[in-house]
């Protein structure tokens, strides 16, 4: 009797376990964890073992081993194996494929105390695995530098693990405000570090064109700078954000080469983000128009923009403009290896279009009634172009406006009504409402915000044409973000909602520390909103695992804003 009772406790003192959040601070939460006790250490004799020749599993290691090599100073081998290995095989990382997991993106991760097993679908499920191992290692991991005196241990466990959602993207705008290839970078790894998917990169905009296109070079020679208006210059200030991007003429501004582009985009595929392009069209063109006037209804003489908003120069219907668009994409997709590129198609004015002979012509040779269906007509003209290059479009919901091009997935961003409407007629859709993704709103009302200097400020709503905005996006309420309602029923929403994403505007958030303090931590939160089903879901037990990643986050130098923590 004494026996089957103690035995009894402590089976649910294990239980009990499974749900200790210190123990195991795995952010997006899990599908399953099974804990035990004990731990595995790495050591200089630790060693990675992978199948023969597989070369995407080999990618699959390379950033928990440079973690390794970096912080806790440990070189693993990695080494190549015939046939699986034996449970004998000490202190090995064995990673391995597994046909009988589904979700492309499922793995599975057992921590002995002398063996870990990391399987997935793919290699991209087996590099998860491995994330998982680098939230669970004491958070000096992070460390840019060798840190002494660590015992590099993660504990006993089994997890089985797949995402809710294959789509989870945060988009970076690096136009309104830049973003150098470094931050960019570092932003990708802290992607991987949460799971996500997709990387959108907004290159294009009023503000400043910020890609290298070597048919058409005054693209960046002029459209990649303004006027240092409204880029908090400060000339007395050596660390003023904008001191660094000041260039020619004394202009703020920047841009990526296509060596640059390259590097982000090897970068990005060593952690399995999917670096996800825009070119904006036809609307948010400025830049591109001051470069090359002919593209635009009036023929200039155009500026590159220094405010915020919505401005009426758009690209013309010429077709000379569906040239350059093409000339454009073709040079992308030398660059850039996903499948779908962003064609913007928000916020386009039609007032030029309505007084321009080009544009009347256009209308007329293609039978087009009103410019929403010229609008239409520039997004199939894209989608059949993007086609012949083996792409899928996708673009802000306002392509669904006078008629969605066949195969085009909408990003829904003016509430989800929008994504749902697009998924019930077979199109995919990826939700983004304001309401819950806009990161360049502040996490707290005023009143309850003690760090309102680190924020860089309030974007104001009125530009957008919404009526219901919050006046603030809180931690939790993105944690209870649903891309797709568990109430929906229609199975066929369910299935072309593929996802939901995080946007990060620019406009007020000159600098990285800005930047930061917008997305951390509710990155965390949009992760697990996207990856873990909602029965495994539970805020308090999120904010408890949070408060062990933000010690990682300290390492890593995030300024990430500390209101909603958990006290
Ligand atoms: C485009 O080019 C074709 C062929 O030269 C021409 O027939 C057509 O009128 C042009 N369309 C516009 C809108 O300029
Ligand atoms: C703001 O700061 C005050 C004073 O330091 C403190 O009492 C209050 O709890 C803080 N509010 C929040 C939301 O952190
Ligand atoms: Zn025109």
Request: glycine share 8%; hydrophobic share 35%.
């Amino acid at each position: 009797m004494i026996l089957t009772f103690a035995f009894v406790s402590l089976f649910s003192i294990l239980s009990a376990d499974s749900e200790s959040a210190t123990r195991y601070p795995i952010i997006p939460r899990p599908v399953q964890l099974e804990p035990a006790e004990g731990e595995f250490t790495f050591s200089t004799e630790t060693r990675f073992l992978i199948p023969k020749g597989n070369a995407d599993l080999k990618r699959a290691t390379g950033s928990l081993a440079e973690r390794l090599r970096v912080a806790a100073n440990l070189d693993l081998k990695v080494d190549e194996y015939d046939t699986f290995p034996t449970e004998d095989t000490k202190n090995v990382v064995i990673l391995g494929l597994d046909d009988t997991i589904e979700n492309k993106e499922g793995y599975s991760l057992l921590i002995k105390d002398n063996q870990i097993v990391s399987k997935g679908k793919t290699a991209h499920g087996c590099f998860h695995g491995l994330t998982t191992i680098r939230q669970l290692l004491p958070p000096q991991i992070e460390s840019k530098a060798p840190v002494a005196g660590i015992t590099w241990s993660v504990p006993r466990c089994k997890v089985v693990d797949y995402p809710l959602y294959s789509y989870r993207g945060m988009m970076l705008d690096v136009c309104r405000h830049f973003t150098p290839k470094e931050g960019v970078k570092r932003y990708i790894d802290l992607l991987a570090y949460h799971k996500m998917s997709i990387f959108h990169f907004h290159l294009t905009e009023d503000q400043g064109w910020r890609i290298e296109i070597k048919k058409y070079p005054k693209l960046t020679e002029i459209g990649a700078w303004r006027s240092r208006a409204n880029s908090l210059y400060n000339e007395n200030d050596d660390n003023s954000v904008a001191r660094q991007f000041i260039g020619l003429n004394d202009q703020y501004g920047g841009f990526f080469t296509q060596e640059d582009i390259k590097e982000i985009v090897a970068y990005a595929t060593d952690r399995f983000i999917v670096v996800q392009p825009e070119l904006e069209i036809p609307g948010h063109a400025t830049a591109a128009l001051a470069a090359y006037p002919q593209l635009g209804c009036t023929g200039g003489p155009y500026r590159v923009i220094t405010d915020w908003g919505i401005f009426s120069d758009v690209f013309c219907a010429k077709n000379e403009t569906f040239q350059f668009l093409e000339d454009v994409w073709d040079e992308y997709a030398a660059l850039f290896p996903g499948p779908m590129y962003h064609m913007g198609g928000d916020e386009c004015p039609h007032e030029n279009w309505h007084r321009c002979e080009h544009c009347k012509l256009r209308m007329k040779e293609e039978g087009l009634p009103t410019t929403d269906n010229l609008q239409a007509y520039f997004v199939r003209r894209q989608a059949s172009h993007l086609a012949k290059l083996g792409k899928r479009l996708i673009g802000w919901d306002e392509i669904m406006d006078g008629g969605l091009a066949d195969g085009a997935v909408v990003m829904s961003w003016r509430g989800t009504h929008g994504g749902t409407q697009a998924a019930k007629t077979g199109h995919d859709a990826v939700m983004t409402p304001m309401s819950h993704c806009y990161f360049d709103f502040p996490q707290a009302t005023s009143n309850d915000d003690n760090e309102s200097s680190e924020r860089g400020g309030f974007v104001n709503p009125n530009g957008r044409g919404m009526n219901s905005i919050p006046n603030s996006i809180n931690l939790q309420l993105v944690y209870g973000f649903e891309p797709c309602s568990s109430s929906e029923k229609d199975e066929n929403v369910r299935k072309h909602i593929i996802g939901g994403q995080c946007n990060v505007w620019t406009e007020h958030l000159p600098a990285q520390s800005n930047i930061d303090y917008n997305v951390f931590p509710r990155l965390a939160s949009m992760s697990e909103a996207l990856w873990t089903n909602k029965e495994r879901k539970e805020y308090s037990h999120f904010q408890d695992r949070l408060n062990e990643i933000i010690k990682a986050y300290d390492v890593l130098g995030i300024n990430y804003c500390k209101m909603q923590l958990k006290k």
